[in-house]
């Protein structure tokens, strides 16, 4: 039977597909650093053999024998999602896979170490390369699935996502964020002269963090029996939904950057302990897309973890683990704090979609040739100073030397970002409306029933739907920013 | 050119390797209690996979060919290495390997259950499917390969050994250690009648341990920038030559037992990093097998790690990391210390040996049938008693419990752990006869010669060579149990 064969293709690319993925998450927490060059050769033979078993001809065959053989509803979903995969994969032959996989390990590594000094200059050639190279991608992939080359990118972290919906949500949004920026940030500076930032006190060790940390992941759902917790130099969530392995980094001098982290990263992790085990090996049993995944974490982080709710619930743990001695009044200040700033990871949830829309709008650019990468930094200026009133020009390490995507050769991965802080938003509201006690729910420690929530309608669908249709299955709507714009009124307004 | 085939051939399957090295290190360092079902059937697939390509029929085809191409003497050694690991290989089906892989793994996990309680009971039946598997596989090895089965098995740890040559040093050494063993412990229990041993202070950080124990793994060669120490339940040296991970456990009362562990796996450690780095992923270009490479950890450990005149080095170190005050003669009785034991792991140089001998003795017999498992507590004790004067009749656990060997579906790899010991001091005694300056250059902290030696000798000889053709090569005789007998009889006699 064609299917049996589909399921045991399925799990041959599940076992590599761990092994990447396994290999990744040590390479960013326990390889030594002589050791790059032997695992980036590893992974692009890893990622070939896997894109070769992935889209060998066979596989083709089984699936249209296996689309006239008698199927249950969710094997057919399984199949279809297959199909789907089976298509992306195949707009790419293996050796581009394997060139892409070297060029963009290569010029990740460049931009490791010439990132420090910001030296552009050096770093340019190899970023030239990445979109050269991007191009062509693009080109394959919109050929084969006949959509347009940036929407074909897209494809793959969303499926079903395309500029036509997109753009004019992110234009909305960025014309509002544009005038509640400022409005926003005065409202701040009167608050904080009728009562100033509370001092933190300073010293907070890793060990205790990590224990605060890790007590805030159980409460949310986290299950440290399928995962855990460790360092690395860039927060992330990576391993297998059967051992989720997230990161996060300390200071010492401050304790909220890394909670905060720790519950953004136990969101994706939410999402793939969650998983439908039985469907596992399967495409369709897989995490839909960066947007949704997104939205889980930004669900978890700023719905949840920046609710002035769950400080009720928090703040009790925080004075235990720290020996802090904090009221609300002193806490939400700093939780909600918003300020103008070049970085993007560092940026609060005000400002964030700002220096994300800029990415897209640049990446777009970049793709279509529009744009040179030797015009790059004073195009990543223009945008900063439009939107946020900052400019980059003599830092281009704080410019467009400060993501990892482009030189790891992401593009159109940057609007999952916002469209996910979007979802989460929308998913929040829809929540709310059939349960009226979710905050005080939270403000228990009660997050049964929020989980449930997701489980029924997020984390079991996996992707056996589109991105907007999970969506619109799980709200009622279709994206919608109203409900992201009135969360930031309601939490940063005057 | 075939021969360009076969290079692409390894390169692949060197991926492979590289996976699962990496993610068996990373099982016992890093993952969570709850994937260890994910990761046995990841790594069970990506075992049939290396199989599989391993031994396809294209590659027969190729090395026939390639010996009729054009190739330099370098070449010729490795294809002739690889025609003999692939008729290894070919030796087993690939579905008897995944059936492997999945019987050891699980037998392996219940032994870890039950073995805290020593619940012979719950093991036995998964050691009796182990062993009627390895009856099978010796069976279908020593078919192929012309060898007697017990041979047959051997072959795969330690190619060219051979029970015909073994088994006469084993029993010349086994007779010597059963008179000798009385004779070392009386003459200990003399001289600490004289100078009882100075009780240690017992408060020994693990972050000062293993700050002590990175500064000697440095010491002896050992390039941390290829490499890196972390902690598990059980020693071991594993990840690949480009990043060894070796780990050790620590006990805060006691700090020579990490050490002499660290400086164990450091020799494991320094062979994989001096392989011939061109030919890593070919077959010639790897460790030559399991009694090499023990003579490699055991040289570090005993030869150097054990001698006096290292501690004339050493000594200052540990003084200034776990503020000791120690003098040499309050030292030395502990590095030397003996005693009889039930654990092979705890046991020192003179009663190691013994437990060896006797599992390369059970373990024949349970191949041969001559001895089944229900048999085996009853002939583990006899022998214990016979050989170390101690039963494990009531004891299990620290009994024919106490390895993973046998439930993890090794069999014919216990000989070379002793086999190790004796390489090491016959490695020694010719490095000594050509730089009777060894001991003066290493009390002063200089390992280069001593070193250059092992490089030119052992590491670079990868696998160029049989075991038994390694060791005449570089001590100018075959294996020759007396220089080990003389390194005791000089360190242990009275």
Chains 1, 2 share one sequence.
Not at 266 to 278: A, F, S, V
Not at 367 to 372: K, M, N, P, V, W
Request: charged residues 25%.
């Amino acid at each position: 039977m064609s299917y049996a064969k589909l399921d045991a293709h399925c799990r041959a690319l599940g076992a590599l597909e761990h092994a990447l993925s396994i290999l990744g998450t040590d390479e960013a927490t326990n390889m030594a650093p002589g050791g790059g060059e032997e695992r980036a050769e590893a992974m692009a033979t890893l990622s070939g053999m896997y894109h070769r078993q992935a889209t060998d001809g066979h596989v083709r065959d089984w699936i249209e024998t296996a689309k006239t053989e008698v199927l249950e509803p969710q094997q057919k979903i399984a199949l279809g999602e297959l199909e789907r995969s089976y298509i992306n994969m195949t707009c790419l032959p293996s050796d581009f896979v394997e060139r892409k996989m070297r060029t963009s390990m290569r010029s990740e590594q460049l931009w490791r170490s010439a990132r420090p000094n910001g030296d552009w200059q050096a770093f340019a050639p190899a970023l030239e390369g990445v979109v050269s190279m991007m191009r062509e991608e693009a080109a394959m992939r919109a050929e084969v699935l006949g959509l347009a080359p940036y929407d074909a990118l897209m494809e793959q972290f969303d499926p079903g996502n395309r500029t036509a919906q997109i753009t004019p949500v992110f234009t909305e949004l960025k014309a509002f964020l544009v005038d509640f920026l400022p409005a926003a940030l005065a409202a701040q500076e009167e608050r904080l002269a009728k009562r100033p930032l509370k001092a933190l006190s300073g010293d907070y060790p890793v060990e205790r963090q990590k224990a605060l940390g890790i007590e805030m992941m159980k409460a949310v759902g986290f299950d440290m029996n399928h995962g855990s917790l460790s360092i690395s130099d860039h927060p992330f969530c990576g391993g297998v939904p059967s051992d989720v392995r997230m990161t996060t980094r300390y200071r010492t001098d401050e304790f909220l950057s890394a909670l905060m982290g720790i519950l953004h990263e136990t969101g994706h992790g939410l999402y793939e302990q969650n998983l439908p085990k039985d469907w596992a090996h399967w495409p369709s049993g897989k995490a839909r897309g960066m947007s949704i995944h997104e939205s889980q974490s930004l669900f978890v982080e700023k719905q949840i973890g920046r609710n002035p709710a769950f400080w009720n619930f928090a703040l009790p743990l925080v004075d235990t683990h720290l020996q802090e001695n904090w009221t609300m009044e002193d806490l939400l200040p700093h939780v909600h704090l918003i300020k103008r700033g070049k970085i993007r990871v560092d940026a609060d949830e005000v400002t964030y979609p700002l220096h994300v829309i800029l990415r897209y709008e640049i990446e777009q650019e970049l793709l279509a040739g529009t744009l040179e990468v030797k015009e790059l930094p004073e195009a990543w200026d223009a945008k900063m100073q439009a939107s946020l009133g900052i400019s980059t020009l003599d830092d281009p390490k704080n410019g467009p030397m400060q993501d990892v995507h482009w030189p790891s050769g992401s593009f159109g991965y940057f609007p999952s970002y916002t469209l996910g802080a979007l979802m989460a938003a929308q998913q929040w509201a829809a929540i709310a409306r059939i349960n009226p006690e979710v905050e005080r729910q939270i403000a228990e420690g009660d997050f049964s029933q929020v989980n449930e929530w997701r489980r029924d309608n997020i984390w079991s669908k996996a992707s056996t739907a589109s991105t907007p249709d999970i969506l619109r299955q799980a709200t009622g709507e279709d994206l919608n920013p109203a409900y992201f714009i009135a969360h930031l009124q309601a939490r940063y307004g005057q």
